[in-house]
């Protein structure tokens, strides 16, 4: 272990690869040594003759020993070795403890009051393996390192991360929900994306602000075309994501001129079952023919304040209607076999 943190840290290698380099260092060590004495074994003979044949010279000492004791000399040999990376590493270990409480702390805590938390958690996650139980480092660590632990419903999703305003940038495979307690630099935001086989995917803005993300995942056919499932609120007292979730699904875009045209086209205005609602203006309550006619448009006519003739203007088919109270917005949903939003205000006429 001492050997693979030298490595990495030496070549600044993917610290991943430590988990990897040790097994490589323990198979080849015992290789070395079965092919140091298999070697040693077949060269025995032949190093016997050389020295027998010159017997005017009967040289001694410890190269001596080592060429006729081979399972003496190799086994040495690798302490040697192994002492001289030991003491190497003792102190290169040393001057990274010293670098970590002498430079890193006072970078990590520039970089907290800059906002830069990105940086500071990457400087802190270098420097816990050296400090991990300093004070100063411990405090500043609590304010730059939040823990994320990422569940859904049913378990086993892959998770993919990356930054939230890095639109372009590559998926990072974060690991297979439940994900515990997963570390990240605090105040941020993330995208998510979770995968299930044989179930939709789900797309989730994570911030670290928060210790827990849950989504619900719904077998590929569940969910509405153009609709995304909303997650209810989470009680922490109570944890009422899995036994009382008030999740629903919404629209994943605004309603358009052109889809609330069909609404007026065909009828919506002038069939009272779409409007279920109590009509109210100024504390006063409308009939059903007082109110429709105030939901006219600018020419007098009934659809939306910011339309003319019954039409949205030119060129905005795809544009979010606008110029709609929340009743005209209520008898649209009722009209498309939705409603809206529990807990939305109604606002008079």
Do not use: C
């Not at 393996?129 to 304010?143: G, R, V």
């Not at 209810?232 to 629209?251: H, P, T």
């Amino acid at each position: 272990m001492e050997m693979t943190d030298y490595i990495i840290g030496k070549y600044g290698l993917n610290e991943k690869i430590s988990d990897i380099l040790p097994i490589i260092l323990l198979i080849g060590l015992p290789v070395a040594i079965l092919l140091a004495w298999y070697l040693s074994r077949e060269t025995k003979e032949f190093k016997e003759k050389v020295i027998d044949s010159d017997s005017d010279k009967k040289p001694s000492g410890i190269l001596i020993t080592m060429r006729k004791k081979p399972w003496f000399s190799i086994p040495g040999t690798i302490v040697v070795i192994l002492l001289l990376v030991s003491g190497i590493r003792y102190f290169h270990r040393h001057t990274k403890i010293r670098w970590a409480i002498e430079e890193a702390i006072p970078e990590i805590e520039q970089l907290k009051n800059e906002m830069n938390f990105l940086e500071a958690f990457r400087l802190a996650r270098a420097t816990e393996k050296y400090i991990p139980d300093h004070p100063k480092f411990i405090e500043l660590a609590s304010q730059v390192i939040s823990q994320l632990t990422i569940i859904t419903d049913p378990p086993g999703a892959e998770v993919y991360i990356r930054d939230y305003s890095d639109h372009e940038g590559m998926w990072e495979w974060l690991g297979r929900t439940p994900v515990e307690r997963t570390k990240l630099p605090s105040t941020s935001f993330y995208q998510m994306r979770l995968e299930k086989e044989g179930y939709e995917s789900a797309l989730a803005v994570a911030t670290t602000r928060s210790d827990t993300l849950f989504r619900t995942l719904f077998k590929k056919g569940i969910i509405p075309p153009g609709m995304v499932y909303v997650e209810g609120y989470w009680d922490e007292v109570e944890n009422v994501f899995l036994s009382e979730n008030q999740g629903f699904f919404m629209d994943r875009f605004e309603v358009t001129n052109k889809q609330f045209k069909e609404f007026v086209d065909q009828g919506g205005y002038i069939k009272s079952e779409f409007w279920n609602h109590e009509f109210i203006k100024e504390e006063m309550t409308l009939s059903w023919e007082e109110a429709m006619a105030e939901f006219t448009d600018q020419t007098g006519r009934l659809g939306p304040a910011t339309w003319e003739a019954s039409d949205y203007p030119d060129g905005q088919g795809n544009y979010p209607v606008t110029g709609v109270s929340w009743y005209e917005a209520a008898a649209y949903a009722k009209w498309a076999g939705k409603s809206l939003p529990t807990g939305q205000a109604r606002r008079g006429i």
